[in-house]
């Protein structure tokens, strides 16, 4: 093959590449935002306070805990997203882990401190700035300490309350 002729076969190639990239281009401007689950744009605005006088399902529920958690006894809570919420067991496995950082001394006060500040202490294996980190403004007290209670007494393989 004589080089002018390489030279106008690479050339063609070249185009076609780029309208190639071209279209791909108009393709990711032209198309609509994906559109993510819910939960992804859930914002302190969309919810209301709960106060904690709710049923446990609910306070569990409202927040979107489900959406990323699996909790033995919730219905539909078979998240993945975040690790499983069965602190009986894995709470105390967290506090002795050399890489905590945190200030609780007890799996009830591991469990607050999670809910109020995720990224004090990520969990291996799990992505560090998914869970949202307002539930401090959007959780009562109370609706804390009953979230606390119910998760501190769930234990791997556990099904009912
Ligand atoms: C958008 C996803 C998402 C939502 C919603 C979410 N979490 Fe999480 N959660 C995570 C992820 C991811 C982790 C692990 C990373 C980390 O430790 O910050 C986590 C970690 C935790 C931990 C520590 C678990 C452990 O094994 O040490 C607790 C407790 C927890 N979440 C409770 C809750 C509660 C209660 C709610 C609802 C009020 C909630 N989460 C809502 C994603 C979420």
């Given at each position: 093959?004589?080089?002018?002729?390489?030279?106008?076969?690479?050339?063609?190639?070249?185009?076609?590449?780029?309208?190639?990239?071209?279209?791909?281009r108009d393709?990711?401007?032209?198309?609509?935002?994906?559109?993510?689950?819910?939960?992804?744009?859930?914002?302190?605005e969309?919810?209301?306070?709960?106060?904690?006088?709710?049923?446990?399902?609910?306070?569990?529920?409202?927040?979107?805990?489900?959406?990323?958690?699996?909790?033995?006894?919730?219905?539909?809570?078979?998240?993945?997203?975040?690790?499983?919420?069965?602190?009986?067991?894995?709470?105390?496995?967290?506090?002795?882990?050399?890489?905590?950082?945190?200030?609780?001394?007890?799996?009830?006060?591991?469990?607050?401190?999670?809910?109020?500040?995720?990224?004090?202490?990520?969990?291996?294996?799990?992505?560090?700035?998914?869970?949202?980190?307002?539930?401090?403004?959007?959780?009562?007290?109370?609706?804390?300490?009953?979230?606390?209670?119910?998760?501190?007494?769930?234990?791997?393989?556990?099904?009912?309350?």
């Amino acid at each position: 093959m004589r080089t002018r002729d390489r030279l106008v076969i690479w050339i063609a190639i070249g185009l076609v590449l780029l309208s190639v990239v071209w279209a791909l281009r108009d393709l990711r401007v032209s198309s609509p935002a994906p559109t993510q689950p819910t939960i992804l744009a859930l914002t302190p605005e969309m919810m209301s306070l709960v106060t904690g006088d709710e049923p446990l399902v609910e306070i569990l529920t409202r927040p979107g805990c489900p959406v990323c958690h699996i909790i033995p006894g919730i219905p539909g809570a078979t998240g993945q997203v975040g690790p499983p919420l069965v602190l009986g067991t894995t709470g105390p496995q967290r506090l002795n882990d050399p890489g905590y950082r945190g200030q609780a001394k007890t799996v009830h006060e591991y469990i607050v401190e999670s809910v109020l500040e995720p990224q004090r202490f990520v969990v291996r294996g799990y992505p560090e700035k998914a869970m949202p980190t307002w539930y401090g403004s959007k959780l009562s007290a109370l609706a804390l300490e009953k979230i606390a209670s119910y998760l501190e007494r769930q234990t791997e393989g556990s099904s009912a309350p």
